[in-house]
C-alpha cells in the first residue's frame, strides 16, 4: 500500500465546513447532489463511447444504484460511468478548479434555503456527504483503464483526504458514506425511494435499488432471507421525449429543479416536438428566481441549454442556440440531425442550429408575451428578476427588437416608486396634446432620476417620463430609436421645446428661455472651458440651473462610469442653463461688482454639477465660496 495523505485546498475546507453547517437543515439533498454526479458521469461516458464504443465493453447498460446496510450504517452510491484517475481525483475532489469558488463564499447568505439552490450551481456537491457522514470512502476507475489503475480515496472532511491506487474490476466510481449517529433515517428503503421521487425522478438514467428481502422457507430448515434483486425506482425516461400528454405540471417542475440545480419553481414552460426540414424537441422554462451570478461572469457553463443529440448528452451552455440576453431560460434541446460528433465551433456554422436558434428565440418572446397578458404578476416578477439580462436583447438582436420594446418595463414619473412598471404601450396610451416624443432621462440612482431639475419643466406640461437607472440602460435605450414611430429623447440632451404642448393643471404659463441682456456672455467668460456655453432654461422651473449635454453625447452620468472604469469618456464640455425666473438670475444679472459676480457664477454652475449627481473639481473651495456669499464676507 503506498496511501498517501493529502491536505485539501484551504478553500475546499473552507467550502466544506459552510456546507456542512449552512446545510444542515436541509441535509437530505446530499442524495440529490451524488446520483446528480453519478448521472452526469454516465452522459460523459455515453459521449466518448460515441468515439470509442469499446469503452462500453462488458457493461453496456449504464445505470446508478444506491444500497444501504444497517448493520454497518453504510449508504452506498454507485455509477458505471466515466469514472476518474489518480489525478483527476486529486483535481477534481480535492481543489476547486472553478473560479467561482470565492463568490460562491461571498454568496452565502447564512440562509440555509437560499444556501441550498446555490450549492448545486457552484459545483460542490460532491462535499454535501459530509453533511450526513463522518468519513466518506471513494473508489473509482477510469473507463479504459485497466482494473489495477483504480483509485482509493478516503477522508472524514477535516482537512485532510487519502488517497491510493488500487485494483478495482469495475469501470465508474462508487462512493460509501459512513454515516453519522444521528442520520440512521437514510438506512430506510422507504425513505431513500422517496428522496430519489422527489429529487432524481427525471434523471434519464436507471436509479436502482434491491427490492424487498424474499423469505426463502427451504425444506428441513430455518427460513433465510436473501436479498432482492435490483429494481429501478425512477422513470428513467427522458422527460422532454415522452408525449405531453403523459405528463403533469408535477413532472415539468420536478424536471426543471433537475435542470436548475434549486429548489425554485419554473414560471412557465414550452414543450415542442418539431418535425419538418429537421426534427428535434425543445423544452423551455422560464424560471422564477435569477441564479445569483446571472449578471457577473453570467455565461457559467450551468446556464442555458442542455444539447442532447438522439438522447444522448452532448454539452451544457450551448450558447450557439441561445442568445446571451435570454440567458436565463433554462432547457434541453434534443436534435435528431445534427451529427453526433458535433463541437461548439461546428454549431457555430451549422445551418440547422441556426434554424433551431431563432425557432427557440421565437418561442421565448411568444411565452413572455403570454405571460405578460395572461399573468401581468408574474411577469413583473419576471421583469424584476430578469429584465437587466432581458434590455441586453435591444443590442443585440435586431430582428426582434420590435418585440423587445413590447416587454420593456420602465419606472416613470407616472408610476410610484422604483417598481419598474410602465410598457411602452402604457406610456403612449398618456401621450400629452401635440407631444411627439417618448421622454426618458438615464441616471445613477432611480432617486437621482426621479428628482432631476431636468424634469421640472416635464411636470408642468404633466409630460411623462420615463425614468431609467439601470447600469445598462443608457447603452441599452441608445439602441432604441423609436417605439410605434415616436422617437426616443433624452430630457439631459440638446434642445427641448414643450411649448406646444399645454400646461398641466394648476400651472402656469411656461417662463420665457430668455436671459437678461448679456447675462449669459457675462457667466460664459467666468466659467470658461468648463461649460460649451450659457443658454436660459426652458426646462427648469424651481431649480437655478441644469448642466446639458448634446442630442447625441453621452449622458454625464455615463461620462463619468467611464472614467470611472478608466476609459476616456469623450464627451466635451456641457451646456449650462439658467432658469430666467430664478432669484440667483435676477442676483447674478443685479450684481456689478466682478469679483462677487465670479464667486456667484462659480457656485451656480457648482450646483448644477451637484444636482446632476456630479463630484466638484474642488469641494473645499465650494464651501468657502457658499459660506461667503451666505454670510456676506
Ligand atoms: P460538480 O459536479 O458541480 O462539478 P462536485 O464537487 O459535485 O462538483 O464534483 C466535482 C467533480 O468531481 C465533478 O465535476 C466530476 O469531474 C468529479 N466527479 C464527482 N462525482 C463523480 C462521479 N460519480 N464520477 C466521475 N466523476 C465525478
Do not use: C
Not at 427557440?360 to 397578458?373: E, F
Amino acid at each position: 500500500m503506498t496511501t498517501e495523505t493529502r491536505a485539501f485546498q484551504a478553500e475546499v475546507q473552507q467550502v466544506l465546513n459552510l456546507v456542512i453547517h449552512s446545510l444542515y437543515s436541509n441535509k437530505e439533498i446530499f442524495l440529490r447532489e451524488l446520483v446528480s454526479n453519478a448521472s452526469d458521469a454516465l452522459d460523459k461516458l455515453r459521449f466518448e463511447a460515441l468515439q470509442a464504443p469499446e469503452l462500453l465493453a462488458g457493461d453496456p447498460e449504464l445505470a446508478i444504484e444506491i444500497e444501504f446496510d444497517d448493520t454497518a450504517r453504510t449508504l452506498t452510491i454507485r455509477d458505471n460511468g466515466i469514472g476518474m484517475s489518480h489525478d483527476e481525483v486529486v483535481e477534481n475532489i480535492g481543489t476547486i478548479a472553478r473560479s467561482g469558488t470565492r463568490r460562491f463564499l461571498d454568496a452565502l447568505s447564512g440562509d440555509a434555503r437560499k444556501d441550498a439552490q446555490l450549492i448545486g450551481q457552484f459545483g460542490v456537491g460532491f462535499y454535501s456527504a459530509f453533511i450526513v457522514a463522518g468519513d466518506v470512502e471513494m473508489r473509482t476507475r477510469r473507463a479504459g483503464a485497466d482494473a489495477n489503475e483504480g483509485v482509493y480515496w478516503r477522508s472524514e472532511g477535516k482537512g485532510e483526504y487519502a488517497v491510493d491506487r488500487i485494483e478495482y474490476p469495475r469501470r465508474g466510481t462508487e462512493i460509501v458514506l459512513h454515516l453519522k449517529d444521528e442520520e440512521s433515517e437514510f438506512l430506510s428503503a422507504w425513505r431513500l425511494r422517496a428522496l430519489i421521487h422527489k429529487y432524481s425522478e427525471h434523471i434519464a438514467f436507471p436509479i436502482r435499488m434491491r427490492g424487498e428481502k424474499e423469505e426463502v422457507a427451504e425444506e428441513g430448515a430455518e427460513q433465510t432471507a436473501t436479498p432482492g434483486a435490483m429494481e429501478t425506482v425512477n422513470q428513467a425516461a427522458a422527460l422532454w421525449a415522452r408525449p405531453k400528454s403523459e405528463l403533469t405540471d408535477d413532472d415539468y417542475q420536478g424536471f426543471f429543479k433537475h435542470l436548475a440545480h434549486s429548489d425554485g419553481e419554473a414560471v412557465s414552460w414550452s414543450h415542442n416536438k418539431v418535425e419538418g426540414n429537421q426534427s428535434y424537441t425543445s423544452l423551455l422554462y422560464l424560471p422564477s428566481k435569477a441564479p445569483f451570478d446571472l449578471y457577473g461572469s453570467g455565461r457559467d457553463e450551468r446556464h442555458g441549454l442542455k444539447l442532447y443529440i438522439k438522447r444522448v448528452f452532448i454539452m451544457d451552455a450551448a450558447e450557439q442556440l441561445l442568445p446571451a440576453y435570454l440567458r436565463f431560460v433554462r432547457g434541453v434541446i434534443d436534435s435528431d440531425d445534427l451529427p453526433l460528433n458535433v463541437s461548439r465551433e461546428l454549431l457555430q456554422d451549422n445551418k440547422l442550429t441556426q434554424q433551431i436558434r431563432s425557432a427557440i428565440i421565437k418561442r421565448v418572446l411568444d411565452m413572455l408575451d403570454k405571460l405578460a397578458q395572461d399573468q401581468p404578476e408574474k411577469f413583473a416578477n419576471f421583469w424584476r428578476e430578469f429584465g437587466q439580462v432581458f434590455k441586453e436583447g435591444l443590442t443585440e438582436d435586431y430582428a426582434h427588437r420590435e418585440r423587445i420594446s413590447k416587454l420593456l418595463r420602465f419606472a416613470s414619473t407616472k408610476s410610484e416608486g422604483a417598481e419598474q412598471s410602465v410598457s411602452l404601450a402604457d406610456y403612449l396610451g398618456r401621450l400629452r396634446p401635440n407631444q411627439t416624443a417618448i421622454y426618458y432621462i438615464t441616471a445613477e440612482s432611480h432617486l437621482a432620476a426621479r428628482n432631476s431639475p431636468h424634469l421640472e419643466a416635464f411636470r408642468a406640461k404633466d409630460v411623462e417620463v420615463l425614468l431609467a437607472s439601470d447600469r445598462i440602460d443608457e447603452w441599452a435605450l441608445s439602441y432604441l430609436h423609436e417605439f410605434d414611430g415616436k422617437p426616443f429623447v433624452s430630457v439631459a440632451k440638446g434642445d427641448i421645446d414643450l411649448s406646444n404642448i399645454p400646461d398641466g393643471e394648476g400651472v402656469s404659463a411656461p417662463p420665457s428661455a430668455e436671459l437678461p441682456e448679456g447675462l449669459a456672455e457675462r457667466l460664459k467668460a467666468v466659467l470658461g472651458d468648463r461649460v460649451k456655453a450659457v443658454r436660459g432654461s426652458a426646462r427648469l422651473r424651481d431649480s437655478a440651473a441644469v448642466l446639458v449635454v448634446d442630442q447625441h453625447e453621452l449622458s454625464l452620468h455615463t461620462q463619468r462610469l467611464l472614467k470611472q472604469a478608466g476609459q476616456a469618456a469623450g464627451g466635451g464640455a456641457p451646456t449650462l442653463e439658467l432658469n430666467p425666473t430664478h432669484a440667483l438670475t435676477a442676483r447674478l444679472a443685479g450684481e456689478t461688482d466682478e469679483a462677487r459676480f465670479g464667486q456667484w457664477a462659480t457656485l451656480v454652475f457648482e450646483q448644477a454639477v451637484l444636482s446632476e449627481g456630479g463630484q466638484l473639481e474642488d469641494p473645499s473651495g465650494f464651501v468657502r465660496r457658499l459660506n461667503d456669499l451666505l454670510f456676506g464676507a
